[in-house]
């Protein structure tokens, strides 16, 4: 077996059927798996001279706090029928996490999961519960009336990556530069998706919309795939839209938005779940943590830092399960070692240890979760890979008291 470079004319057709054999792609439906490869870096593994594993990449940015850090997003791992059980996604996964942070920058990856542990093998930990939130759009309180909308649709992907992009974003929210990202997701959804929105922008740019896919045009459920807005009242004024649904659509699915409570804006919530019957219009609300991620530069990380709290010296000894999926080759080892950190108003991270200083011992996937604020250290001490004393475990509880992380994009 051999990893290099995903080559359009020498894979397209090898990855056209890992995507079929895994189900990502209905026939006819194929046009997508181009834009998504045109996202960013790919690589492939071979067996007997054919591509049968693919790893995709998105390089962006994520917000921590007020910062923008450099990120890569895993946004495809696929695998073919005969390849199963080889180690090739793990390796391949390696190969192109060291890529993004050599060849990139990439301090922090991020990747959606299939199912807990399997990433947890490369460093990844798991992010935050995302609710996601079923009701009645006719029972939103929302009291303006929204303006006539633009109708979007797939040709207009480049305006609605744009309006991604510039959208308000919070703690943890992800950026993905490649427009083609969008436009392979524009792309997927069935051809009933559409899109509304405003052009409010002093050039006419695209300030908030969301893009909807309906299971049934008439009378729903309709599941909003992404809303973006910039403003309190952009935001409003889209769940006023949504209102306007409210005589012929029985349901509405959607994310909620980050530092948002949807309840707060439903008119007698708990009544409509104990009314509403069956699966396909059951007005409720649901979690999952589906999304994982890791630090692939520790220094670099602590560097962009900027806590509120008391500052908090400490020894990290860090462990890193990746190294043991590197090639021997890879400038890049993961971030397995031994620092002194400092995390307070300024911040940082170097090698060594100081004796008269605590220590924290972690996996990286654990302290990923600590640093994004996923968990409180002392939670993090009883159901994942993470000890100190309990002084320390405190201090950290202050130190990295931060708002959820809500990375706001599905990859």
Known sequence: MSFRSYDPGRDREAVRRIWHEVGWLAPGREEPM?????????????????AECLVQTAPGS??????????????????SRIARRQGLPRRLIAAALSEAVMEQGAVLAGLGIFDQGFYDQL??????????????????????????????????????????LARRRGHGACNLRAASFTRGDMLRSPKAAFGLGYCDGPNGELTHHF???????????????????????QFLELMALLRSFGDQVHLVRMREPQGIQLQDLLSRPFKQRAVSEGPRFGANMHSSA????????????????????????????????????????????????????????????????DSALPTVSASVGAFTRLWLGVRPASGLAITDSISAPQPLLEALDWA???????PDWDF
Not at 131 to 160: A, C, I, K, N, Y
């Open 290 to 353: 589906y999304w994982q991620m890791r630090i692939c530069d520790l220094p670099g990380c602590l560097a962009r830092t900027r806590l509120r709290g008391a500052e908090v010296r400490f020894n990290l000894r860090l462990s890193d399960p990746i190294e043991r999926y590197l090639d021997g080759r890879s400038r890049w080892r993961g971030v397995g070692g031994e620092y002194v950190v400092t995390a307070g108003t300024s911040s940082g991270a170097e090698n060594g240890m």
């Open 123 to 164: 460093g990844f930990g798991s992010g935050c519960y995302e609710h996601w939130v079923g009701f009645d759009p006719s029972q939103l309180t929302v009291g303006m009336r929204p303006r006539v909308p633009r109708r979007l649709g797939g040709e207009d992907w480049q305006t609605v990556h744009q309006s991604r």
């Open 34 to 50: 181009h834009w998504w490869l045109e996202a960013g870096p790919a690589f492939v593994a071979e067996l007997d001279g054919a």
């Open 400 to 406: 990295f008291l931060l708002p959820p992380p809500k």
């Open 211 to 233: 893009w909807c896919t309906p299971d049934d045009l008439e009378q729903g459920p309709y599941h909003i795939g992404w809303l973006t807005f910039q403003s309190r009242e």
């Open 62 to 79: 994520i917000r921590y706090l007020e910062e923008e850090l450099p990120f890569v997003c895993i946004s495809g791992v696929s695998t």
